[in-house]
């Protein structure tokens, strides 16, 4: 059954805990969080499930990457063994509230841009067959505060042109 | 046959006053334009021809819009009597280069957000059908400068969410 999702930002709050729980294969049962947010079916939710996903790779081309959120479920799919490759902007990834130095830290590979102009894609490909893009940056302030969409597909037409994207940066941005 | 291109940015400079002239209905048979630059197929060149293919509306929710080559084509189907209708963000409607004011002034009816989050948007919709959207603002910048990524569907799974989200918009920023 072929993948047509749109999801809408601002997400109301909501508490992620026992969902990230749930995915870490060596985790205890999940307690229940003691923070006051429900746990809720939101945008981010959905964006975060459709992450866990993955089983094999995931290659991420993200312009702004400051939500400690998301950064823990690369970081766990990262522990699960997926390979994880993260294509970044040489100046947005030195901001303050950036991810970018803690999931180098945490052995994930990193390559950024060297030209003037920005790496402004937005998108992620899970397992090499489902897209997920649009215009949402992987901030918590995008998440919260602005209107901003994010489309999740699996057909070739689409997934295919961005994986070639994908892989010529890569290789442009290969510092060695 | 279904509606499926990716586009890429940045995009190699091309003339498009052909392209321009042969979508204005009164035009006289477009002369040969001075400038230096090739007439080329390219993403841009694309991504207006499917601009110029309304016939009855466009929906455009943009976050920033400043390149004067954009603003031509959506005035030049305002002429052709394409029911425009704009949504944009408060903040960046008020920069410097920003086409809004023009655009107003031209007759085609805008709509800003209320909120302090940006309305971070940057999709069309063409004649209800055919969705454009992705990374790409319509700034000059972004097109000759950026890494981005232009997505044209017309599946109704992805436009009727979007086409939903423009009317939302489109009345909670009704200022009367
Ligand atoms: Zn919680
Ligand atoms: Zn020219």
């Not at 995915?23 to 499930?49: F, G, K, N």
């Not at 991810?99 to 990193?110: N, P």
């Not at 397992?127 to 602005?146: E, F, K, P, V």
Request: charged share 25%.
């Amino acid at each position: 059954r072929p993948v047509r999702e749109v999801l809408f930002f601002p997400c109301r709050p909501c508490c992620l805990e026992a969902l990230l729980a749930e995915a870490e294969a060596e985790a205890a049962p999940a307690r229940p969080c003691p923070c006051p947010l429900p746990r809720a079916d939101t945008s981010l939710s959905r964006l975060v499930r459709r992450l866990l996903s993955a089983r094999r790779s995931l290659d991420l081309c993200i312009f702004s990457f400051s939500c400690p959120l998301l950064a823990r479920a690369v970081h766990l799919l990262h522990r699960r063994g997926v390979r994880v490759r993260l294509v970044t902007d040489a100046q947005y990834m030195g901001l303050q509230g950036s991810q970018i130095g803690r999931l180098r830290q945490e052995g994930i590979q990193v390559r950024h841009d060297q030209h003037s102009g920005y790496m402004h894609h937005k998108f992620a490909i899970v397992d090499r067959r489902m897209l997920i893009t649009g215009s949402l940056n992987w901030t918590s302030q995008a998440i919260q505060s602005n209107r901003e969409n994010v489309l999740v597909v699996d057909d070739a037409e689409c997934v295919k042109p961005f994986l070639e994207e994908f892989e010529r940066m890569w290789e442009e941005y290969n510092p060695t």
